[in-house]
């Protein structure tokens, strides 16, 4: 499986940006998909995740409101709509899948990776 994520950039405070992350090698009928973040210093951290069957989707509560996270069937895709963004969502955003049923929000969760698009909010 290989996840190819991209669409970061620099944008102004209150600006939108959005990510995308193309899945390819395997058919994700049960899979989770997700967006974690990590900004300079910090953890990486959750932001976003939907279950690729039933389109259930989760957010942080640090994005709630702000961001959505689409996907597309015909594409294999998984998008994340950021709105209203925040100096504070600066960071290198990945996106992951997983076929495990555990905590959406957990990084153990995602058995694959993409690389990280960067995301730089100017205030």
């Known amino acids: 499986v290989q996840l190819q994520a991209s669409g970061g950039g620099l944008v102004q405070a209150g600006g939108s940006l959005r990510l995308s992350c193309a899945a390819s090698?395997?058919?994700?009928?049960?899979?989770?998909m997700g967006w974690f973040r990590q900004a300079p210093g910090k953890e990486r951290e959750y932001v976003s995740g939907i279950t690729w069957t039933s389109g259930s989707v989760y957010y942080a509560d640090s994005v709630k409101g702000r961001f959505t996270i689409p996907r597309d069937y015909t594409k294999d895709s998984v998008y994340l709509q950021m709105n209203m963004l925040k100096p504070e969502d600066t960071a290198v955003y990945y996106c992951?899948?997983?076929?495990?049923?555990?905590?959406?929000?957990?990084?153990?969760?995602?058995?694959?990776w993409g690389q990280g698009t960067l995301v730089t909010v100017s205030s």
């Open positions: 992951a899948a997983g076929s495990s049923r555990s905590n959406i929000g957990t990084s153990s969760t995602y058995n694959y």
């Open positions: 090698g395997r058919t994700f009928g049960n899979y989770r």
